[in-house]
């Protein structure tokens, strides 16, 4: 081998050798995808399931059972909120049908209900990139009230049970924008609602909304900063009625399409506490 070409190696060898330590770096920084009840990952498995369990199975979509394909009727979606007074009845509501050709998410609403409050289904809680570009889109058929779709992050909530308790009994109701520990996780406080364009109110077929927003890189709550943690998607159903009805909700879908830095994220000034922190 001549002198030119041991050098062309060499170069070969450590361009190579430095795209992979690239490579293995933005591996190691991606959040690791959600684990389904009952379901125990090697840190190899984690790995796999935060960097390609989502793109090999749903093409990127982080959102579990988004199509309401799995065999268990509602898998993975949040709709019983015994905590949140508004919505304490919710479970009654929300059930899984066949609807226009696609299985999706009903709820439906009996009389005197819709006028006087609403009824929602959420996604499972994913794991959020601060600073991260998400695109979100959501397959609805509105059928007989209007509805709202949103795309919101939660924290971590830093204030003890004590201070969140004092500041509901003193008026500021923030049962509707907090999660209590459950499912294996601590408390949570939304910090960050995007909020998608209307679908058609009393539509008869499907409509699908979209939106892309990003995340802010981090937030005030109590004076404390912290950092979103997790990502949803709700879909609420109202309307100026006593009617009882329907709507119908679908291909959830939210898909990472900027690393952090790629867009400006949301500026840092948040409120002191969460309670002004986004609009019901």
């Not at 919710?90 to 709820?107: D, F, L, R």
């Not at 939106?211 to 998607?233: H, M, N, S």
Request: charged fraction near 20%; glycine fraction near 8%.
């Amino acid at each position: 081998m001549n002198f030119r070409s041991a050098l062309a190696l060499r170069n070969f060898v450590c361009v190579s050798f430095l795209g992979w330590l690239g490579l293995a770096a933005t591996v190691c920084a991606q959040s690791p995808g959600p684990l389904t009840s009952g379901t125990k990952a090697s840190g190899l498995d984690a790995l796999k399931s935060g960097t390609m369990g989502a793109a090999t199975s749903n093409g990127g979509n982080l959102i579990p059972n988004w199509n309401f394909s799995d065999p268990t009727p509602l898998k993975s979606y949040r709709y019983d909120f015994p905590y949140q007074h508004f919505y304490e009845n919710n479970v009654k509501y929300v059930s899984q049908v066949t609807q226009g050709g696609k299985t999706c998410a009903q709820i439906f609403m009996p009389e005197h209900i819709v006028g006087n409050g609403g009824g929602k289904v959420e996604t499972a809680l994913v794991p959020a990139i601060p600073g991260a570009t998400y695109r979100v889109e959501v397959e609805c058929m509105t059928n007989d009230f209007a509805a709202k779709v949103h795309a919101e992050a939660y924290a971590i909530d830093p204030r003890p049970d004590a201070q969140r308790t004092n500041e509901e009994a003193s008026g500021a109701k923030l049962t509707i924008m907090r999660i209590p520990p459950r499912d294996g996780k601590p408390a949570l406080v939304e910090i960050y609602r995007s909020q998608l364009p209307d679908p058609p109110a009393h539509s008869k077929k499907w409509d699908k909304v979209q939106k892309d927003f990003t995340l802010p890189l981090d937030w005030k709550v109590a004076g404390e900063t912290v950092q979103p943690a997790y990502l949803t998607i709700k879909a609420t159903v109202y309307d100026a009625t006593e009617k009882s009805g329907n709507s119908y909700f679908t291909n959830f879908k939210l898909t990472k399409i900027k690393d952090p830095g790629a867009a400006a994220a949301p500026k840092t000034s948040g409120p002191a506490s969460n309670k002004d922190a986004v609009v019901r």
